[in-house]
Protein backbone atom coordinates (compact mmCIF):
# COMPACT_ATOMS: atom_id res chain seq x y z
CA UNK A 1 0.00 0.00 0.00
CA UNK A 2 1.22 3.81 -0.78
CA UNK A 3 -0.02 6.69 0.89
CA UNK A 4 0.79 9.39 -0.92
CA UNK A 5 0.19 13.33 -0.05
CA UNK A 6 0.82 15.78 -2.75
CA UNK A 7 1.71 19.52 -1.84
CA UNK A 8 3.97 22.04 -4.67
CA UNK A 9 6.43 18.58 -6.07
CA UNK A 10 8.91 18.47 -8.60
CA UNK A 11 8.90 15.46 -11.30
CA UNK A 12 11.89 13.93 -9.94
CA UNK A 13 9.85 13.65 -7.04
CA UNK A 14 6.62 12.60 -8.49
CA UNK A 15 8.83 9.73 -9.81
CA UNK A 16 8.70 5.99 -7.93
CA UNK A 17 9.65 3.76 -10.66
CA UNK A 18 12.06 5.32 -13.06
CA UNK A 19 12.02 7.96 -15.56
CA UNK A 20 8.52 8.07 -17.38
CA UNK A 21 7.94 7.96 -21.27
CA UNK A 22 8.64 11.65 -22.26
CA UNK A 23 5.65 11.47 -24.94
CA UNK A 24 2.93 10.46 -22.80
CA UNK A 25 4.61 13.11 -19.63
CA UNK A 26 4.43 15.74 -22.38
CA UNK A 27 0.87 14.56 -23.42
CA UNK A 28 -0.15 14.49 -19.44
CA UNK A 29 1.05 17.85 -19.17
CA UNK A 30 -0.56 19.68 -22.20
CA UNK A 31 -4.22 18.18 -20.69
CA UNK A 32 -3.52 19.09 -17.61
CA UNK A 33 -2.82 22.41 -18.69
CA UNK A 34 -6.39 23.31 -20.09
CA UNK A 35 -8.30 25.23 -17.40
CA UNK A 36 -10.61 27.44 -20.01
CA UNK A 37 -12.82 30.60 -18.69
CA UNK A 38 -14.15 30.58 -15.34
CA UNK A 39 -16.66 33.08 -15.71
CA UNK A 40 -16.46 36.87 -17.94
CA UNK A 41 -18.26 40.05 -18.71
CA UNK A 42 -17.76 42.72 -21.19
CA UNK A 43 -17.33 46.36 -19.81
CA UNK A 44 -18.93 49.26 -21.90
CA UNK A 45 -16.41 49.94 -23.92
CA UNK A 46 -16.54 46.40 -25.69
CA UNK A 47 -13.51 44.59 -23.24
CA UNK A 48 -13.99 41.33 -22.53
CA UNK A 49 -13.34 40.88 -18.64
CA UNK A 50 -12.34 37.28 -18.42
CA UNK A 51 -11.07 34.49 -15.81
CA UNK A 52 -8.20 32.63 -16.61
CA UNK A 53 -6.20 30.13 -14.71
CA UNK A 54 -1.96 31.25 -14.66
CA UNK A 55 0.72 30.17 -11.99
CA UNK A 56 -1.34 28.17 -9.87
CA UNK A 57 -4.91 30.59 -9.63
CA UNK A 58 -7.48 32.06 -11.80
CA UNK A 59 -6.86 35.40 -11.92
CA UNK A 60 -9.13 38.71 -14.30
CA UNK A 61 -7.64 38.66 -17.58
CA UNK A 62 -8.27 41.40 -20.66
CA UNK A 63 -7.25 40.65 -24.26
CA UNK A 64 -4.15 43.30 -22.86
CA UNK A 65 -2.66 40.66 -20.21
CA UNK A 66 -3.50 40.09 -16.91
CA UNK A 67 -5.75 42.61 -14.34
CA UNK A 68 -5.59 41.17 -10.93
CA UNK A 69 -2.88 39.04 -8.98
CA UNK A 70 -4.04 37.68 -5.92
CA UNK A 71 -4.18 34.33 -3.94
CA UNK A 72 -6.51 32.48 -4.69
CA UNK A 73 -9.01 31.88 -7.28
CA UNK A 74 -10.97 35.17 -8.91
CA UNK A 75 -13.60 34.11 -11.08
CA UNK A 76 -17.24 35.47 -12.34
CA UNK A 77 -16.39 38.90 -13.17
CA UNK A 78 -19.08 41.63 -13.56
CA UNK A 79 -19.79 44.75 -14.33
CA UNK A 80 -21.02 47.85 -11.73
CA UNK A 81 -22.89 49.51 -13.85
CA UNK A 82 -22.89 53.49 -12.40
CA UNK A 83 -19.58 52.62 -10.55
CA UNK A 84 -17.43 51.37 -13.48
CA UNK A 85 -15.70 48.70 -11.91
CA UNK A 86 -16.19 44.93 -11.68
CA UNK A 87 -17.89 42.81 -9.27
CA UNK A 88 -15.92 39.08 -8.56
CA UNK A 89 -15.36 36.47 -6.25
CA UNK A 90 -12.57 34.69 -4.43
CA UNK A 91 -11.70 31.20 -3.26
CA UNK A 92 -8.86 29.61 -1.91
CA UNK A 93 -7.74 26.02 -2.30
CA UNK A 94 -11.02 24.94 -3.57
CA UNK A 95 -12.69 25.53 0.15
CA UNK A 96 -15.88 27.06 -1.98
CA UNK A 97 -15.98 29.68 0.28
CA UNK A 98 -16.60 32.42 -1.87
CA UNK A 99 -15.48 36.06 -0.78
CA UNK A 100 -17.24 39.16 -2.98
CA UNK A 101 -14.74 42.02 -4.55
CA UNK A 102 -14.64 45.37 -6.08
CA UNK A 103 -12.12 45.36 -8.49
CA UNK A 104 -10.97 48.50 -10.37
CA UNK A 105 -10.90 47.89 -14.06
CA UNK A 106 -7.58 49.55 -14.97
CA UNK A 107 -5.43 48.99 -11.91
CA UNK A 108 -6.76 45.76 -11.03
CA UNK A 109 -7.03 47.13 -7.25
CA UNK A 110 -9.50 44.50 -4.96
CA UNK A 111 -11.88 45.94 -2.28
CA UNK A 112 -13.46 42.85 0.03
CA UNK A 113 -17.35 43.75 -0.31
CA UNK A 114 -18.41 40.29 1.77
CA UNK A 115 -14.81 38.48 3.31
CA UNK A 116 -16.77 36.24 5.56
CA UNK A 117 -15.05 32.77 4.84
CA UNK A 118 -19.38 32.06 3.80
CA UNK A 119 -20.27 30.81 0.45
CA UNK A 120 -21.41 34.18 -1.21
CA UNK A 121 -21.56 33.65 -4.91
CA UNK A 122 -23.83 34.36 -8.28
CA UNK A 123 -23.89 38.09 -7.20
CA UNK A 124 -25.58 40.27 -9.58
CA UNK A 125 -26.55 44.27 -10.09
CA UNK A 126 -29.92 45.88 -9.34
CA UNK A 127 -30.55 46.90 -12.70
CA UNK A 128 -31.48 50.77 -11.49
CA UNK A 129 -29.82 51.17 -7.75
CA UNK A 130 -25.65 50.63 -8.68
CA UNK A 131 -25.07 50.39 -5.40
CA UNK A 132 -27.11 47.64 -4.52
CA UNK A 133 -26.22 43.17 -5.26
CA UNK A 134 -28.37 40.41 -4.88
CA UNK A 135 -26.49 37.11 -3.95
CA UNK A 136 -26.63 33.89 -2.81
CA UNK A 137 -25.36 32.42 0.29
CA UNK A 138 -25.06 29.89 2.91
CA UNK A 139 -24.83 32.76 5.83
CA UNK A 140 -27.71 31.76 7.49
CA UNK A 141 -28.62 28.13 6.82
CA UNK A 142 -28.87 26.39 3.54
CA UNK A 143 -28.75 29.01 0.61
CA UNK A 144 -30.83 31.51 0.51
CA UNK A 145 -31.25 35.06 -1.23
CA UNK A 146 -29.74 38.32 -0.37
CA UNK A 147 -30.02 41.70 -1.11
CA UNK A 148 -26.63 44.15 0.07
CA UNK A 149 -25.78 47.93 -0.05
CA UNK A 150 -22.42 48.31 -1.23
CA UNK A 151 -21.87 51.69 0.68
CA UNK A 152 -23.54 50.73 4.00
CA UNK A 153 -22.83 46.83 3.90
CA UNK A 154 -26.31 46.64 4.91
CA UNK A 155 -27.37 42.57 4.35
CA UNK A 156 -30.98 41.57 4.50
CA UNK A 157 -32.16 37.60 3.43
CA UNK A 158 -35.15 37.94 0.94
CA UNK A 159 -36.00 34.31 0.17
CA UNK A 160 -38.32 32.90 3.59
CA UNK A 161 -38.76 29.13 2.21
CA UNK A 162 -35.99 26.69 3.65
CA UNK A 163 -35.44 25.32 0.28
CA UNK A 164 -32.11 25.90 -1.74
CA UNK A 165 -31.96 29.32 -3.94
CA UNK A 166 -29.90 27.81 -7.15
CA UNK A 167 -30.91 31.37 -9.45
CA UNK A 168 -32.98 34.41 -9.64
CA UNK A 169 -33.89 37.38 -11.55
CA UNK A 170 -34.35 41.29 -10.73
CA UNK A 171 -37.33 42.83 -12.25
CA UNK A 172 -36.45 45.65 -14.89
CA UNK A 173 -37.56 48.01 -12.47
CA UNK A 174 -35.61 45.94 -9.45
CA UNK A 175 -38.79 46.19 -7.42
CA UNK A 176 -38.89 42.40 -7.65
CA UNK A 177 -36.99 39.63 -7.42
CA UNK A 178 -38.06 36.22 -8.96
CA UNK A 179 -35.48 32.54 -7.70
CA UNK A 180 -35.99 29.21 -8.21
CA UNK A 181 -36.56 27.01 -4.49
CA UNK A 182 -35.27 24.02 -5.03
CA UNK A 183 -32.86 21.89 -6.73
CA UNK A 184 -33.53 19.45 -8.94
CA UNK A 185 -36.70 17.90 -7.39
CA UNK A 186 -40.24 19.89 -7.14
CA UNK A 187 -38.35 23.16 -7.66
CA UNK A 188 -40.49 26.32 -7.52
CA UNK A 189 -40.60 29.80 -8.92
CA UNK A 190 -41.56 32.40 -5.75
CA UNK A 191 -41.17 36.03 -6.53
CA UNK A 192 -39.98 38.57 -3.71
CA UNK A 193 -41.73 42.33 -3.43
CA UNK A 194 -38.99 44.34 -2.07
CA UNK A 195 -41.48 46.60 -0.99
CA UNK A 196 -44.03 44.84 0.51
CA UNK A 197 -41.60 42.63 1.92
CA UNK A 198 -43.19 39.20 0.73
CA UNK A 199 -41.90 35.92 -0.80
CA UNK A 200 -44.81 34.20 -2.39
CA UNK A 201 -44.72 31.53 -4.53
CA UNK A 202 -45.30 32.60 -8.21
CA UNK A 203 -45.53 29.18 -10.04
CA UNK A 204 -45.70 25.81 -8.29
CA UNK A 205 -47.04 23.19 -10.37
CA UNK A 206 -47.48 20.09 -8.78
CA UNK A 207 -45.13 16.26 -9.61
CA UNK A 208 -42.87 18.77 -11.46
CA UNK A 209 -39.93 21.30 -12.04
CA UNK A 210 -39.70 24.90 -12.62
CA UNK A 211 -36.52 26.10 -13.19
CA UNK A 212 -34.57 29.61 -14.55
CA UNK A 213 -31.36 28.52 -13.04
CA UNK A 214 -29.59 25.00 -13.94
CA UNK A 215 -26.16 25.22 -14.93
CA UNK A 216 -26.11 28.93 -14.88
CA UNK A 217 -27.64 31.73 -12.22
CA UNK A 218 -30.83 33.46 -14.07
CA UNK A 219 -29.17 35.89 -15.96
CA UNK A 220 -31.63 37.45 -18.15
CA UNK A 221 -34.93 35.72 -17.43
CA UNK A 222 -36.49 38.30 -16.60
CA UNK A 223 -37.48 41.39 -19.03
CA UNK A 224 -40.38 43.61 -20.14
CA UNK A 225 -41.94 40.43 -22.40
CA UNK A 226 -41.83 38.26 -18.57
CA UNK A 227 -40.17 36.04 -17.08
CA UNK A 228 -38.51 32.88 -19.07
CA UNK A 229 -38.16 29.54 -17.41
CA UNK A 230 -38.99 25.51 -18.17
CA UNK A 231 -41.17 23.28 -17.05
CA UNK A 232 -41.99 19.70 -17.09
CA UNK A 233 -45.53 19.58 -15.63
CA UNK A 234 -46.68 18.70 -19.07
CA UNK A 235 -44.97 16.50 -21.06
CA UNK A 236 -42.12 15.24 -18.42
CA UNK A 237 -39.52 17.34 -20.37
CA UNK A 238 -38.52 20.88 -19.87
CA UNK A 239 -39.97 23.04 -22.23
CA UNK A 240 -40.45 26.43 -22.67
CA UNK A 241 -42.54 28.76 -20.77
CA UNK A 242 -43.22 32.43 -20.41
CA UNK A 243 -45.22 34.03 -17.46
CA UNK A 244 -46.30 37.30 -16.55
CA UNK A 245 -45.75 39.23 -13.37
CA UNK A 246 -48.73 37.10 -11.90
CA UNK A 247 -47.45 34.09 -12.48
CA UNK A 248 -50.19 33.12 -15.71
CA UNK A 249 -47.75 31.07 -18.21
CA UNK A 250 -48.03 29.61 -21.27
CA UNK A 251 -45.64 27.25 -23.43
CA UNK A 252 -43.49 28.69 -26.02
CA UNK A 253 -41.56 25.80 -27.11
CA UNK A 254 -42.14 22.05 -26.82
CA UNK A 255 -40.18 19.00 -28.27
CA UNK A 256 -40.22 16.81 -25.68
CA UNK A 257 -36.27 17.37 -25.31
CA UNK A 258 -34.94 18.53 -22.13
CA UNK A 259 -33.90 22.41 -22.02
CA UNK A 260 -31.90 24.62 -19.38
CA UNK A 261 -31.36 28.41 -18.79
CA UNK A 262 -33.34 30.05 -20.99
CA UNK A 263 -33.21 33.97 -21.05
CA UNK A 264 -34.44 37.16 -23.27
CA UNK A 265 -31.83 38.32 -25.53
CA UNK A 266 -32.05 42.39 -26.40
CA UNK A 267 -34.39 41.75 -29.45
CA UNK A 268 -36.92 39.81 -27.55
CA UNK A 269 -35.67 36.42 -28.59
CA UNK A 270 -35.21 33.06 -26.14
CA UNK A 271 -31.75 31.74 -26.01
CA UNK A 272 -31.27 28.24 -24.27
CA UNK A 273 -29.79 25.08 -23.68
CA UNK A 274 -30.83 21.52 -25.22
CA UNK A 275 -30.01 18.19 -23.87
CA UNK A 276 -29.19 15.99 -27.49
CA UNK A 277 -27.21 12.42 -25.95
CA UNK A 278 -23.78 13.81 -24.77
CA UNK A 279 -24.18 17.52 -26.65
CA UNK A 280 -25.85 20.60 -24.94
CA UNK A 281 -27.00 22.67 -28.04
CA UNK A 282 -27.04 26.32 -27.76
CA UNK A 283 -30.57 27.85 -29.70
CA UNK A 284 -32.49 30.62 -29.90
CA UNK A 285 -36.51 30.68 -30.39
CA UNK A 286 -37.78 33.77 -32.32
CA UNK A 287 -40.95 34.14 -33.52
CA UNK A 288 -41.82 30.57 -33.24
CA UNK A 289 -38.94 29.34 -35.00
CA UNK A 290 -36.17 27.91 -33.63
CA UNK A 291 -32.37 28.19 -34.86
CA UNK A 292 -28.93 26.45 -33.55
CA UNK A 293 -25.86 28.61 -32.72
CA UNK A 294 -23.93 25.62 -31.27
CA UNK A 295 -24.92 21.95 -31.77
CA UNK A 296 -21.93 20.26 -30.55
CA UNK A 297 -19.99 19.82 -27.32
CA UNK A 298 -20.90 20.75 -23.85
CA UNK A 299 -22.27 24.53 -23.47
CA UNK A 300 -23.05 26.86 -20.90
CA UNK A 301 -22.46 30.33 -18.89
CA UNK A 302 -24.80 32.03 -21.69
CA UNK A 303 -25.02 35.63 -21.69
CA UNK A 304 -27.25 37.97 -24.22
CA UNK A 305 -25.20 41.12 -24.34
CA UNK A 306 -25.30 43.66 -26.62
CA UNK A 307 -26.91 41.70 -29.54
CA UNK A 308 -24.48 38.80 -29.06
CA UNK A 309 -24.70 35.71 -27.46
CA UNK A 310 -21.83 34.76 -25.18
CA UNK A 311 -21.20 31.23 -23.91
CA UNK A 312 -18.04 28.83 -22.58
CA UNK A 313 -17.99 26.09 -24.81
CA UNK A 314 -16.58 22.79 -23.99
CA UNK A 315 -15.45 19.69 -26.87
CA UNK A 316 -13.04 16.45 -26.65
CA UNK A 317 -10.35 19.39 -27.61
CA UNK A 318 -11.38 22.68 -25.68
CA UNK A 319 -12.06 22.83 -21.87
CA UNK A 320 -14.29 25.70 -21.85
CA UNK A 321 -13.26 28.75 -24.59
CA UNK A 322 -15.06 31.91 -24.63
CA UNK A 323 -17.32 31.94 -27.57
CA UNK A 324 -19.36 34.76 -29.42
CA UNK A 325 -22.16 34.01 -32.04
CA UNK A 326 -19.95 30.81 -32.68
CA UNK A 327 -16.44 32.46 -32.37
CA UNK A 328 -14.02 31.59 -30.58
CA UNK A 329 -13.10 35.18 -28.88
CA UNK A 330 -11.04 33.80 -25.66
CA UNK A 331 -8.85 30.35 -26.62
CA UNK A 332 -7.66 29.03 -22.94
CA UNK A 333 -9.14 25.87 -23.41
CA UNK A 334 -7.63 24.90 -26.25
CA UNK A 335 -5.73 22.07 -25.95
CA UNK A 336 -2.16 21.71 -28.57
CA UNK A 337 -2.48 17.77 -28.38
CA UNK A 338 -4.74 15.28 -30.07
CA UNK A 339 -8.18 13.85 -28.29
CA UNK A 340 -10.48 11.34 -28.96
CA UNK A 341 -14.23 12.26 -29.89
CA UNK A 342 -16.68 9.70 -28.72
CA UNK A 343 -19.34 7.35 -30.15
CA UNK A 344 -22.86 7.40 -29.03
CA UNK A 345 -23.63 4.28 -28.13
CA UNK A 346 -26.41 2.12 -26.01
CA UNK A 347 -26.05 -0.98 -24.02
CA UNK A 348 -29.08 -3.23 -22.37
CA UNK A 349 -28.63 -3.36 -18.55
CA UNK A 350 -30.60 -5.85 -16.12
CA UNK A 351 -34.08 -5.40 -17.37
CA UNK A 352 -33.90 -4.71 -20.91
CA UNK A 353 -33.67 -0.54 -20.68
CA UNK A 354 -31.66 0.85 -22.88
CA UNK A 355 -28.85 2.89 -21.63
CA UNK A 356 -27.23 6.08 -23.66
CA UNK A 357 -23.49 5.88 -23.52
CA UNK A 358 -20.14 8.05 -24.99
CA UNK A 359 -17.59 5.26 -26.06
CA UNK A 360 -14.07 6.18 -26.60
CA UNK A 361 -12.31 3.80 -28.76
CA UNK A 362 -7.77 3.96 -28.51
CA UNK A 363 -5.57 3.50 -31.77
CA UNK A 364 -4.99 -0.60 -31.79
CA UNK A 365 -6.19 -3.26 -29.60
CA UNK A 366 -7.30 -2.13 -25.98
CA UNK A 367 -5.13 -2.43 -23.26
CA UNK A 368 -8.14 -3.46 -21.09
CA UNK A 369 -11.50 -1.49 -20.69
CA UNK A 370 -12.64 1.23 -17.93
CA UNK A 371 -16.46 2.13 -17.13
CA UNK A 372 -16.35 6.11 -16.33
CA UNK A 373 -19.11 7.00 -13.83
CA UNK A 374 -20.48 10.67 -13.77
CA UNK A 375 -21.04 12.73 -10.18
CA UNK A 376 -24.16 14.11 -9.32
CA UNK A 377 -26.11 11.81 -9.25
CA UNK A 378 -28.17 14.27 -11.33
CA UNK A 379 -25.89 15.18 -14.05
CA UNK A 380 -24.43 13.68 -17.36
CA UNK A 381 -21.69 12.71 -19.16
CA UNK A 382 -20.94 15.61 -22.22
CA UNK A 383 -18.41 15.67 -25.20
CA UNK A 384 -16.11 17.57 -23.35
CA UNK A 385 -12.74 17.43 -22.38
CA UNK A 386 -12.18 14.81 -19.43
CA UNK A 387 -8.36 14.80 -19.07
CA UNK A 388 -8.60 11.61 -17.24
CA UNK A 389 -10.64 9.83 -20.08
CA UNK A 390 -8.65 10.96 -22.31
CA UNK A 391 -5.65 10.03 -21.06
CA UNK A 392 -6.28 6.47 -20.44
CA UNK A 393 -7.55 6.47 -24.03
CA UNK A 394 -3.69 7.69 -25.15
CA UNK A 395 -2.56 4.74 -23.28
CA UNK A 396 -4.66 2.06 -25.03
CA UNK A 397 -7.62 1.82 -22.67
CA UNK A 398 -11.27 1.55 -24.81
CA UNK A 399 -13.49 4.09 -21.85
CA UNK A 400 -17.16 3.64 -21.92
CA UNK A 401 -19.03 6.57 -19.96
CA UNK A 402 -22.45 5.61 -19.05
CA UNK A 403 -25.41 7.96 -18.85
CA UNK A 404 -27.37 5.43 -16.11
CA UNK A 405 -30.60 5.98 -14.78
CA UNK A 406 -30.96 9.06 -12.33
CA UNK A 407 -28.84 11.26 -14.93
CA UNK A 408 -30.08 14.02 -16.74
CA UNK A 409 -30.74 14.90 -20.02
CA UNK A 410 -33.92 12.01 -20.56
CA UNK A 411 -36.71 13.99 -19.09
CA UNK A 412 -38.34 13.70 -15.38
CA UNK A 413 -39.01 9.90 -15.78
CA UNK A 414 -35.48 8.83 -16.25
CA UNK A 415 -34.62 11.16 -13.64
CA UNK A 416 -36.19 10.13 -10.83
CA UNK A 417 -35.53 6.70 -11.42
CA UNK A 418 -33.09 6.53 -8.72
CA UNK A 419 -34.92 8.10 -6.13
CA UNK A 420 -34.49 6.11 -3.03
CA UNK A 421 -32.28 3.89 -4.58
CA UNK A 422 -28.78 5.52 -5.08
CA UNK A 423 -26.52 2.37 -5.20
CA UNK A 424 -29.16 0.27 -6.71
CA UNK A 425 -30.71 -0.36 -10.15
CA UNK A 426 -28.02 2.74 -11.12
CA UNK A 427 -24.99 0.78 -10.10
CA UNK A 428 -26.89 -2.24 -12.16
CA UNK A 429 -26.49 -0.06 -15.26
CA UNK A 430 -22.79 0.89 -14.27
CA UNK A 431 -22.28 -3.32 -14.32
CA UNK A 432 -24.27 -3.38 -17.22
CA UNK A 433 -21.53 -1.43 -18.58
CA UNK A 434 -18.96 -3.76 -17.69
CA UNK A 435 -20.68 -6.79 -19.45
CA UNK A 436 -21.07 -4.64 -22.48
CA UNK A 437 -17.29 -4.15 -22.56
CA UNK A 438 -16.21 -7.68 -21.88
CA UNK A 439 -18.94 -8.37 -24.96
CA UNK A 440 -16.41 -6.46 -26.53
CA UNK A 441 -13.49 -8.47 -25.62
CA UNK A 442 -12.13 -6.69 -22.76
CA UNK A 443 -10.95 -9.16 -20.40
CA UNK A 444 -9.63 -6.62 -17.69
CA UNK A 445 -12.69 -3.96 -16.72
CA UNK A 446 -11.94 -1.51 -14.24
CA UNK A 447 -14.27 1.68 -12.54
CA UNK A 448 -13.65 4.95 -12.58
CA UNK A 449 -15.44 7.81 -11.09
CA UNK A 450 -15.53 11.24 -9.22
CA UNK A 451 -17.59 12.37 -6.02
CA UNK A 452 -20.66 10.02 -6.81
CA UNK A 453 -19.18 8.64 -9.65
CA UNK A 454 -16.31 7.62 -7.46
CA UNK A 455 -19.09 6.15 -4.60
CA UNK A 456 -20.02 4.22 -7.96
CA UNK A 457 -16.31 2.73 -7.86
CA UNK A 458 -16.30 1.75 -4.53
CA UNK A 459 -19.31 0.30 -4.53
CA UNK A 460 -18.91 -1.45 -7.50
CA UNK A 461 -15.34 -3.26 -6.52
CA UNK A 462 -17.25 -3.69 -2.81
CA UNK A 463 -20.69 -4.90 -3.49
CA UNK A 464 -20.03 -6.09 -7.06
CA UNK A 465 -17.65 -8.91 -8.63
CA UNK A 466 -17.81 -6.86 -12.03
CA UNK A 467 -14.42 -5.22 -11.49
CA UNK A 468 -10.95 -6.00 -11.82
CA UNK A 469 -10.05 -2.55 -9.82
CA UNK A 470 -11.18 0.66 -9.37
CA UNK A 471 -10.32 4.01 -8.62
CA UNK A 472 -12.35 6.50 -6.32
CA UNK A 473 -11.84 10.56 -6.83
CA UNK A 474 -13.98 12.29 -3.66
CA UNK A 475 -16.03 9.68 -3.69
CA UNK A 476 -18.63 8.53 -0.43
CA UNK A 477 -17.77 6.29 1.53
CA UNK A 478 -20.57 6.54 4.44
CA UNK A 479 -23.77 8.15 3.58
CA UNK A 480 -24.52 8.82 6.94
CA UNK A 481 -21.21 10.84 8.02
CA UNK A 482 -21.84 12.37 4.29
CA UNK A 483 -25.33 13.62 5.20
CA UNK A 484 -24.13 15.19 8.62
CA UNK A 485 -21.12 16.55 7.38
CA UNK A 486 -21.96 18.02 4.25
CA UNK A 487 -23.00 21.56 3.43
CA UNK A 488 -27.32 21.45 4.47
CA UNK A 489 -28.03 21.88 0.57
CA UNK A 490 -26.03 19.30 -0.38
CA UNK A 491 -27.02 16.65 2.65
CA UNK A 492 -31.03 17.84 1.88
CA UNK A 493 -30.34 16.71 -1.52
CA UNK A 494 -28.61 13.45 -0.57
CA UNK A 495 -31.20 12.26 1.82
CA UNK A 496 -34.08 12.59 -0.70
CA UNK A 497 -32.46 10.84 -2.96
CA UNK A 498 -31.79 8.46 -0.12
CA UNK A 499 -35.80 8.29 0.77
CA UNK A 500 -35.24 10.23 4.02
CA UNK A 501 -33.00 10.60 7.17
CA UNK A 502 -30.11 8.11 8.60
CA UNK A 503 -32.54 8.06 10.89
CA UNK A 504 -35.32 6.78 8.98
CA UNK A 505 -33.96 4.91 6.88
CA UNK A 506 -30.65 3.25 8.46
CA UNK A 507 -30.44 -0.64 6.93
CA UNK A 508 -30.72 1.29 3.01
CA UNK A 509 -28.19 3.61 4.45
CA UNK A 510 -26.00 1.17 5.72
CA UNK A 511 -26.74 -1.45 3.00
CA UNK A 512 -25.61 1.28 -0.01
CA UNK A 513 -22.63 2.63 1.28
CA UNK A 514 -18.81 1.35 0.38
CA UNK A 515 -17.74 1.69 4.11
CA UNK A 516 -20.05 -2.03 4.71
CA UNK A 517 -18.29 -3.56 1.91
CA UNK A 518 -15.01 -2.69 2.83
CA UNK A 519 -14.01 -6.30 4.20
CA UNK A 520 -15.46 -7.34 0.43
CA UNK A 521 -12.84 -5.40 -1.63
CA UNK A 522 -10.65 -7.56 -3.10
CA UNK A 523 -9.24 -5.73 -6.06
CA UNK A 524 -6.99 -2.62 -6.66
CA UNK A 525 -7.80 0.54 -5.49
CA UNK A 526 -7.05 3.88 -6.01
CA UNK A 527 -8.22 6.69 -3.60
CA UNK A 528 -7.72 10.36 -4.54
CA UNK A 529 -9.15 13.12 -2.22
CA UNK A 530 -8.58 16.81 -1.89
CA UNK A 531 -7.89 17.87 2.03
CA UNK A 532 -10.26 20.75 1.17
CA UNK A 533 -12.78 19.36 -0.01
CA UNK A 534 -16.59 20.43 1.39
CA UNK A 535 -19.01 18.25 -0.72
CA UNK A 536 -17.14 14.84 0.06
CA UNK A 537 -15.21 15.95 3.37
CA UNK A 538 -11.47 14.29 3.62
CA UNK A 539 -13.07 12.34 6.72
CA UNK A 540 -14.65 10.11 4.17
CA UNK A 541 -11.81 8.94 2.18
CA UNK A 542 -10.02 8.48 5.86
CA UNK A 543 -12.25 6.08 6.67
CA UNK A 544 -12.26 4.20 3.59
CA UNK A 545 -8.16 3.84 3.94
CA UNK A 546 -8.33 3.08 7.45
CA UNK A 547 -10.64 -0.10 6.77
CA UNK A 548 -8.09 -0.83 3.83
CA UNK A 549 -4.79 -0.18 5.63
CA UNK A 550 -5.79 -2.42 8.38
CA UNK A 551 -7.12 -5.13 6.36
CA UNK A 552 -3.87 -5.24 4.11
CA UNK A 553 -5.92 -4.50 1.09
CA UNK A 554 -4.36 -3.52 -2.50
CA UNK A 555 -4.94 0.35 -2.54
CA UNK A 556 -2.97 3.37 -2.90
CA UNK A 557 -4.12 7.06 -1.25
CA UNK A 558 -3.20 10.26 -2.93
CA UNK A 559 -4.22 13.35 -0.96
CA UNK A 560 -3.57 16.88 -2.35
CA UNK A 561 -3.55 19.65 0.54
CA UNK A 562 -4.46 22.08 -2.02
CA UNK A 563 -7.20 20.93 -3.56
CA UNK A 564 -11.07 20.52 -2.91
CA UNK A 565 -14.20 18.92 -4.68
CA UNK A 566 -11.86 17.53 -7.73
CA UNK A 567 -8.21 18.19 -8.97
CA UNK A 568 -8.17 21.72 -10.87
CA UNK A 569 -4.58 22.78 -10.47
CA UNK A 570 -2.05 21.67 -13.24
CA UNK A 571 0.99 20.34 -11.35
CA UNK A 572 -1.41 18.25 -9.38
CA UNK A 573 -3.65 17.70 -12.47
CA UNK A 574 -0.17 16.09 -14.24
CA UNK A 575 0.12 13.43 -10.86
CA UNK A 576 -3.50 12.43 -10.82
CA UNK A 577 -3.82 11.49 -14.22
CA UNK A 578 -0.43 9.76 -14.72
CA UNK A 579 -1.08 7.93 -11.25
CA UNK A 580 -4.44 6.83 -12.78
CA UNK A 581 -3.44 5.39 -15.92
CA UNK A 582 -0.15 4.11 -14.47
CA UNK A 583 -2.10 2.57 -11.67
CA UNK A 584 -4.31 0.49 -14.34
CA UNK A 585 -1.51 -0.60 -16.58
CA UNK A 586 -0.03 -1.96 -13.83
CA UNK A 587 -3.26 -3.72 -13.53
CA UNK A 588 -3.97 -5.13 -16.36
Not at 311 to 329: C, E, F, I, M, Q
Not at 540 to 568: C, K, M, P, W
Request: hydrophobic letters at 35%.
Amino acid sequence: MRTLVFERMTRTEMTDDGRRDEQFAEYAARLADAHGVSGYTKTPDGTVVYAAYSDGDYDLHTPDGQLTRLDGDITSPKWLQGRESLLASRDENGAEQFDLLEVDPETGTTTAILDDRFLNFKARQHPTDPDRIAFVSNRDRSLDLYTLHLDDGEITRQSEVPDPVMGYAWSPDGQRLVYQAGTFEDSTLRLVDLALERDDAFVDEPDSEQSLAFTDDGYGAWSEAGIVFTINHETGYRELAVADGDGDYELRYVNHRDKYDPQWTDEGDVVFLEARGGDRHLRVLSDGEVTTVENTGMNMDVKAIDGDVFYKHWSPATAGDLRRNGTTVVDDGWVEAQTVAPQEVTYESFDGRAIAARLYRPDGEPLGGIVKAHGGPEAQHYNRLDIVTQTLVHAGFEVLAPDFRGSLGYGREFRKASDGDLGGDDLTDVVAGAAYLRDRGRTKVGVLGGSYGGYMALMGVGATDAFDMGASVCGVVNWETTVEDARQYLGDVLMRKLGGTPEDEPDLYEERSPITYTDDIDVPLLVVQGANDPRVPQSEAEQLVASLTERNIDHEYLLFEDEGHGVERTRNRIEYITRTVEFFSSHV
